[in-house]
């Protein structure tokens, strides 16, 4: 499943589109600029940067 892949594959290897940038997580009580090598993990909250024409991409690549 798509969100299988989002946990369980280093960001440089998620394949986000052109004009999408994961800019920062936060796990737990933790808020952190990640790395390509890093991973998401379940409960982790996301915050993407994205250019306006690319939001329902962001939408798409996100959904499960």
Known sequence: SRTRSLVSSPLSELGLPRGILIVAVQREDRI?????????????????????DMASRLDNFFEA
């Open 32 to 52: 952190f600029i990640p790395g390509g090598d890093k991973r998401i993990e379940p409960g982790d909250q996301v915050i993407v940067a994205a250019e306006a």
